[in-house]
């Protein structure tokens, strides 16, 4: 969990690679009108020359009327060049994956520090996915590859309203908070669902944490109690309770002590008080939910999850 120094590191050469292969195709691209319209090149340049010497007029105080005029009629002659070539207008623009953080990752704020870009978080979960190993599982669980023919009638209707309901929250993610517990025996298509919205919510450029239960702590405990590295810690700790959807997968099956109890407590309300949505799923049935760990945690879950009991057989040799 969380990004270790030389993930970040490799992310970040990653980035440094997009911009400059966009950087050579800018190159190129400009390349190529110049040589087709040798004229727009001449413009260009001594526009840049008409400009600097215009700025210079300006620090000198001089008069800059006949500058003004050269430089507006070179405008016009390039202006006339493009419009009747048909050249695109935007030739000279820069050329970016990510417009929104010109391929940087991080978008500046006037009243903070910067802010990681969608696009960082999207390929910061895709790495954290990959480490993992639950890319694998993503791939295999989405809606495209849902099946339902060889369930009997009413595991198919219970199933596909949990399946509407899934896609209800996926459509509505950024407008209204929403939590779901899936609870239900073993292969009903729990962690199915909850992968498939996984695998939406990331192509839609969200940051998802998807974990079972037993990884979960076992990150936390090791953030918690790992002597000297601090940051690393930190950054476990940031991913949890940052990232735009966490889905716990398996909870019941993880070791239960006061440790586990505390950290599900303050996930789930520290993430209830910032509107970021959870996703659990268990086998436990309700009542052993509250047994397993507190009328505070149980009150928490009821009283803000939409509750979908998966039922039927063993479904994952269908699904
Ligand atoms: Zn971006």
Redesign the pocket.
Known sequence: MGLGNSSFDKLNAEYGEIRRENERLFDERLEKVYTSFPELRKYDEELTMAELDLAFAKVRGTDPSSLQAKRDELSEKRKKLISDNGIDPGYRERIYT?P??RDT?FIEREDGPAEK????KKRESEILLEESGMAGILEKNNFSVMRTDMMDEETKAHFLKAADICRSFIASFDTDYRNILFCGTVGTGKSFLSACIASELLASYHSVVYMSAKTLFDNLAEAQFAKGDAAGAAAIRDRIYSCDLLIIDDLGTEMTNSFVGTELFTIINERFNARKSVIISTNLELPLLRDRYSDRIFSRITGSYDVLKMCGPDLRSAI
């Not at 870009?117 to 960082?120: L, T």
């Open positions: 990510c929104k953080c990752g870009c969608g696009c960082f």
